[in-house]
């Protein structure tokens, strides 16, 4: 059966399989990857099918995680590490960014960094501080990184298989409160480019950009606004470094309006880097100003306030209702 | 020159190198020498070294052109032609020591002052000076000598070479890593990781760190209150405190260790004691931070003095071999001058080059924007 139906989570462990299955350089790394199979279990079984030198459980540290999986990418391995959540990637944030991002670079394109650096990322779990966070913009911001994020269970399984062959470091962010979403995922398809966005929705009175997380509440505004008469088109970006702009474009070209929504704070976030450059590129389409709805610049609140700070259904639909009133 | 299969080893109990005793972190308890300052052959009960006259001579010559060839890039930044320059004036012996232990098949994790063991990699030295001039970041191909790009981020390296090393183990090969840094490096978490990661995955990797007593202003007692050696006791691996002006200390020390960890006995950490004799880099100044009196015992104990000493006692090498050796140092000199001076400035369009692997749409559009402007002004007939 090529096709299945698959909780993202269970696509990212099928994809994780193949890899393993397929090069035997590839390793995966991280806290808790082995007998417990990840806190989220994306790694499940793994470690018992391809052994502990290939499902590497390792010390509670995330640099170390991140700088031995640059010493094993140097010696031909292709390390695929797992954070364990969000807030726990900046002790990794230096061998991120001052190493692994600059590495090829440095060396004249002479060496390369297949380093795919997985985190569960975003809110709406109920969790507690540091296990909810965005911090896609912080990685995106850096050249030499490739950031990217799935919104449903096929792109989970292909974009993974697709940033683990990338010869680039990739940071992947796994929407976290998406695990357990069921999809279907043809694991025969001929993916598209990993770094292409997809037009989830079509409509024509309005495009709202999203990724990740996001892209479900943006769809069920669409719905909502249908209701009302309001034709709203929905793209998933998918990757955020690069960002597809052209399809981004070709579709402001065609509603004249734009909302881009994310859960990171709006302030100098992925939204903020679109809108700009979507104005430069469209500003004699655009009817309104680029809108932009995500998280407040305040940390992460606690999980009985997280209703309020992430956008939800309301919030949107009400961009988009500012949006159409100019 | 090849000092590979000479000396051999005795086996030893590597716990004894990590007593627990209370000692200031900076007195010299347990040095492991075997050349004294004033250049008398001394043994050491646990490692020893037998090497012919040619392979001394050659350990001697190999400091000598490091030494020069440093000289040389000091006064080059002085005259301009490079932005910056970390001297290793005063820690030859440390570097050629341990760099003259490896075998081709090693890999080593350098910080950024490792000239002589880049010497000894047979880097072209020519190819060292790129970063310092400013035309790139690097620049040579880490995989021609085994010879890591240097790293900037005191202590980043070692976790790279820890991973290297479990990449050497996965492959069942019996090569060993080496990871130089300092003992202002040893208090960044990233050098305690890799000490835990190694240990843990008992990788065969050799933790060579210079404690050249000073982090550019920050002496030793800014980073440790135990010598440093004594860490290695607490992750579980021995650790050895060498007299790192001792070229053949340095070589014993470090080919053990090496050895150990081709055994598959896992990761050790050599200190190597040395001083730094110059700045930190071409941008500090010394005098603010230390007394000319510091130097000055040091300089007593200069690692290619105290060789000379011993080579010219034991009628090893004679006047001619000086001469001859001083000919190809103003030789050397005047190669790396020229190099430097000859070093073109990089193309403007480098700047998009090498960001990625796989390329960038963003990359692609800048680059394409750059041109377009630089494009304009030839339109514009400037």
Partial sequence: MAVQKLPLA?????????????????????????KLGGVFRVTDGLQKDFGEDRVIDTPLAESGIVGTAI????RGYRPVVEIQFDGFVFPAYDQIVTQLAKMHARALGKIKMPVVIRIPYGGGIGAV????????????????????????????????????????????????????????????????PLHKARIDRSGSDITLAA?????????????AAAEEGKSVEVLDLRSMSPIDFDTIQKSVEKTGRLVVVHEAPVFYGSGAEIAARITE??????????????????????????????????RVLDAVDRSLAY | MTVESTAARKPRRSTKRVSAAKEPQNSEPQLVQLLTPEGERVEHPEYEIDLTPDELRGLYRDMVLTRRFDAEATSLQ??????????????????????????????????????????????????????FRGVNHGGWDPSTNNFHLYTIVIGSQTLHATGYAMGVAKDGADSAVIAYFGDGASSQGDVAE?????????????????????????????????????????????????????????????????????????PTLVEAFTYRMGAHTTSDDPTKYRADEERQAWEAKDPILRLRTYLENAGHADEAFFTSLDEESETLGKRVREAVRAMPDPDHLAIFENVYADGHALVDEERAQFLAYQASFAEEGN
Wanted: net charge negative; glycine share 8%; with cysteine.
């Fill in chain 2, 78 to 131: 002085r005259q301009g032609e490079l932005g910056l320059w970390a001297s290793l004036l005063g820690q030859e012996a440390a570097q050629i020591g341990s760099g003259r232990a490896l075998r081709d098949d090693d890999y080593v994790f350098p910080t950024y002052r490792e000239h002589g063991v880049a010497w000894c990699r047979g880097v072209d030295p020519t190819n060292l000076l790129g970063m």
């Fill in chain 1, 10 to 34: 269970k696509a990212l462990n099928e994809s994780l399989r193949k890899a393993l299955d397929t090069d035997p350089k590839v390793l995966i790394m991280g806290e808790d990857v082995g």
């Fill in chain 1, 211 to 223: 990724y990740g997380p996001m892209v479900k509440v943006c769809v069920e505004a669409a719905a």
């Fill in chain 2, 194 to 266: 890799s000490f835990t990661f190694s240990a843990v995955y008992n990788a065969p990797v050799v933790f060579f760190c210079q404690n050249n007593q000073w982090a550019i202003s920050e002496p030793t007692e800014k980073q440790t209150r135990v010598p440093l050696y004594q860490r290695a006791q607490g992750f579980g691996f021995p650790g050895v405190r060498v007299d790192g002006n001792d070229v053949l200390a340095c070589l014993a020390v470090t080919r053990s260790a090496l050895e150990r960890a081709r055994r598959g006995e896992g």
């Fill in chain 1, 71 to 74: 010493g094993l990418a140097l």
């Fill in chain 1, 281 to 314: 590129r469209c500003f004699y389409h655009l009817e309104a100003p680029v809108l932009r709805v995500g998280g407040y610049h305040a940390p992460y609140p606690p999980a009985r306030l997280e209703e309020e700070y992430l956008p939800g259904l309301d």
């Fill in chain 1, 129 to 192: 501080e540091h296990h909810s966070e965005s911090p896609e913009a912080l990685f995106a911001h850096v050249a030499g990184l490739k950031v990217v994020s799935p919104s449903n269970s096929s792109d989970a399984y292909w974009m993974l298989q697709q940033a683990i062959q990338s010869d680039d470091p990739v940071i992947f962010f796994e929407p976290k409160r998406r695990y357990w979403d069921k999809g279907e995922v043809d694991v025969e398809a001929i993916p598209g």
